[in-house]
């Protein structure tokens, strides 16, 4: 296992370590330095996530587990659709796209040090940034976290980690590059897709196509 492959499976799951890993981890400073600072900042969160519950909260779960059920039927059946209009549409896409390929290696390479490195973000400013680029960022995509303005290749990103019914996806939104067309990407077991805008580029990157194509889906409703 190299460095790469094995912050690939910390970034997944730190609290499980397979024997692979952790006989990389044995052998590699920089990577136990790596899984550390990645478990301090999970023990952090779950400090931060630590509160009383409220009375009452078990009766509204179980509404609210009703209610997103039957949305949930809803998605799944325009996921369905989506695919099939994917597979309809793919030869006319673009593959491998360089700025794709990009957020790929943003994902693989640097974005669990932008989030290490990352200060508090202000919504405020991700809210003019959206509503100057024609971008919705609606409930249904899944939890949100705006980490930072990272200096991307293409340009400034605003970098979000979205946490989805299908995985974790990223989202990268740069006001200033253009986009003519949408465009795709495949590698290291990750799917991106790049969208024009009304003003800038979104680069969607996610472990498997659903994701991506999910993530699409509602950014475009």
């Not at 499976?9 to 790596?34: M, T, Y």
Request: glycine share 8%; aromatic share 4%.
């Amino acid at each position: 296992m190299n460095c790469l492959e094995f912050r690939r499976v910390i970034l997944a799951d730190p609290r499980r370590l397979g024997a692979e890993a952790a006989g990389h981890v044995g052998q590699c400073a920089g990577c136990k330095e790596f899984i550390a600072r990645t478990l301090d900042e999970e023990a952090q969160l779950a400090r931060a996530l630590h509160v009383a519950v409220p009375e009452g909260l078990h009766a509204r779960i179980l509404d609210a587990v009703a209610a997103a059920r039957g949305r949930l039927r809803l998605l799944a059946l325009a996921a369905s659709v989506l695919v099939a209009v994917g597979i309809a549409l793919a030869a006319g896409w673009k593959h491998n796209d360089e700025l794709a390929l990009a957020g790929i290696n943003f994902v693989v390479l640097e974005e669990a040090q932008s989030i290490t490195d990352a200060v508090p973000s202000d919504w405020k400013v991700l809210a003019r940034v959206t509503r100057e680029m024609g971008v919705s960022l609606p409930e249904q995509l899944g939890e949100m976290r705006y980490i930072c303005v990272y200096p991307f290749t293409a340009g400034a990103a605003h970098h979000l980690l979205v946490k989805t019914p299908l995985g974790k996806v990223t989202l990268l939104l740069i006001p200033d590059r253009a986009l003519a067309s949408r465009a795709a990407a495949a590698a290291y077991g990750l799917n991106a897709a790049v969208l024009p805008a009304a003003k800038g580029t979104i680069v969607i990157i996610g472990d498997s196509p659903r994701s991506v194509e999910r993530a699409e889906m509602l950014l475009k409703s």
